[in-house]
């Protein structure tokens, strides 16, 4: 199932907040060269370009509709379509922003440190990443592709998110590469009206490996039996609306 941007962007405000703290705490000042690795459909660029609004600013991402969503956004900024996980640019990069998007890619132990570098001295790495596995949200979509009859095919879903590691482990990882390694972790408690918006959200995102590999009519059924689960995992506050908690992983490493 491909990427699709206005899927994405109907929660563009709760997805733009994270990219928002996470520029907010980088503390390289002058940028002459940024990408944004990742990019989506350019929401996170343009919080980008607004806080460097000198740089040279690019971005890639693997998905044809984001790119096409995000060149509308920011005709001024080049956007290539490539994957994080064959990029190879040298560099040097006074900021690389990887935002909501490692956490789908392998491999970090080798990923980080060739991304960091690519960094100038005293450029910035900056990595946002979510990290709400172990949420009910998480769980019940694997739960209920266990347990229906779509288990053969979604035997693999899940392995497409790769699980983030404590933070300890990121911090021994990139700071023998930089001066200064900032690490914190965040949960954003989201109010939406209810479980069919808790869905909305994920088809964005992480349900995605899960729809792909079912018919219609079977991804009519999961999505039904999800929403209930969903319904009962959270429950409705008085005033109507369900908080979604939303951890994330944050990552500032300055070389």
Request: hydrophobic share 45%; aromatic share 10%.
């Amino acid at each position: 199932m491909p990427w699709s941007a206005s899927q994405y962007l109907k929660f563009e405000d709760e997805r733009t907040r994270p990219v928002r703290d996470l520029l907010a705490a980088v503390p390289t000042r002058e940028v002459k060269r940024a990408i944004d690795l990742g990019c989506g459909p350019g929401n996170s660029t343009e919080v980008l370009v607004a806080r460097y609004p000198d740089a040279r600013v690019s971005a890639i991402d693997s998905s044809d509709d984001m790119i096409r969503a995000a060149r509308e956004r920011l005709p001024e900024v080049f956007f290539e379509r490539a994957d994080v996980e064959d990029w190879r640019d040298p560099g040097p990069f006074d900021l690389i922003l990887a935002n909501a998007v490692l956490h789908w890619i392998p491999d970090h132990a080798g990923l980080l440190p060739r991304l960091g570098g690519a960094l100038s001295d005293g450029g910035t790495l900056a990595v946002q990443m979510p990290d709400n596995l172990a949420e009910p949200s998480h769980v019940l979509m694997r739960q209920v592709a266990a347990d229906g009859p779509w288990a053969g095919k979604l035997a693999d879903a899940n392995a497409e998110r790769t699980q983030v590691a404590p933070a300890s482990w990121y911090y021994q990882l990139v700071r023998p590469l930089c001066q200064r390694v900032d690490i914190w972790r965040t949960t954003y408690h989201h109010p939406l009206a209810g479980s069919e918006a808790i869905v909305e959200w994920f088809r964005g995102s992480g349900l995605r490996p899960f729809l792909a590999p079912l018919e219609p009519a079977e991804q009519a059924e999961f999505v039904g039996r999800y929403r209930s689960a969903l319904a009962v995992a959270y429950p409705a506050l008085p005033v109507g609306t369900v908080l979604l908690p939303f951890p994330r992983l944050f990552i500032v490493a300055t070389r």
